[in-house]
């Protein structure tokens, strides 16, 4: 199968279940891998639905005169094909905006210059700041299915300055199935005595993580039953950066027999049971998350 390279500027959350699916991400929002024309042709279709802003573009194997072709999504620069081969367009608005930085600047140009540069500096150190600061969700649900099944708990650890933690039990109307009090232990009675209306639970929650950095282990479920929550509630969707612990863990060990919860905190050496509740999930993925060194890093 020809190798195909994809990058992106900006990774929407929706994509990175689909891209990680059939590819690695060697860099940040470089996904290299070996396709099939019809995988690859529904995965760039996927990639050009579902970026809103920033840039993409895909580089694979062809049949032409210099073995490759690519395209480009949202970019500068566009690709034109040259009696077979792909050739890229230079714009002419790019081209006037590298002619006037290299003519010089006027002494006014040049300050603002200086003060957008310290203001740049000024923003990544803010940036620097924030990304100290994360939050490890985690979410209990009656079921699978994110259009049919309902959140009935939700848990959550701040790790920064001050740690704090967060937890809540949801209300909900159907009788929740058996194996899921089997494996929560939470069941009607609990969630009728303490549980409180969803939209309540979601608002505080929102407000509980603010814009701080998320991190859950196979999360990207947790924000697909979060945001479809907050959809039906009328609140505002997530959109906070998100980080998956097991996507790190899959680089770190390659062979693992599984990537279950419970295999990988084994592996790393932490011997305490998953209990499948939110809070206490979320207790021991942050201790997973100081175990595993590229995923620390990326969060400081």
Do not use: C
């Not at 099944?149 to 929740?176: D, M, P, S, T, Y």
């Amino acid at each position: 199968m020809p190798f195909t390279v994809i990058t992106l500027s900006k990774v929407p959350n929706s994509l990175r279940g689909d891209l990680s699916k059939w590819l690695q991400e060697v860099a940040t929002g470089v996904y290299v891998g070996n396709l099939n024309t019809k995988v690859r042709e529904k995965l760039w279709e996927r990639v050009k639905d579902n970026l809103k802003d920033g840039e993409a573009t895909i580089s694979y194997y062809n049949r032409n005169e210099i073995g490759y072709n690519f395209e480009t999504i949202n970019g500068i620069r566009e690709v034109i094909d040259s009696e077979g081969i792909p050739l890229v367009l230079v714009k002419k608005e790019e081209k006037e905006r590298e002619n006037t930085l290299k003519e010089g600047f006027s002494k006014a140009a040049q300050f603002k210059k200086i003060k957008n540069i310290e203001h740049s500096k000024l923003k990544k150190e803010v940036e620097k700041e924030k990304a100290k600061e994360y939050v490890v969700i985690d979410i209990e649900t009656d079921g699978l299915d994110i259009n049919n099944n309902k959140i009935i708990e939700i848990g959550a650890v701040k790790v920064g300055k001050n740690r704090e933690e967060f937890h809540r039990l949801i209300k909900i109307q159907e009788k929740l199935p058996e194996e899921i009090v089997r494996l929560t232990t939470i069941d009607d009675e609990m969630l009728e005595r303490e549980g409180v209306p969803l939209g309540k639970a979601l608002k505080e929650f929102s407000e509980f993580i603010g814009e701080n950095n998320l991190v859950g282990y196979n999360v990207n479920f947790d924000i697909q039953f979060l945001n479809e929550a907050l959809d039906r509630e009328n609140l505002p969707k997530i959109k906070n950066k998100v980080y998956d612990i097991m996507q790190f863990v899959k680089k770190e060990n390659l062979f693992l027999k599984n990537y279950k919860l419970k295999t990988v905190l084994k592996t790393y050496g932490i011997e305490e049971e998953v209990p499948h509740r939110a809070l206490e999930d979320s207790r021991l993925e942050e201790k997973l998350i100081l175990k595993v060194k590229k995923l620390l890093d990326t969060l400081k």
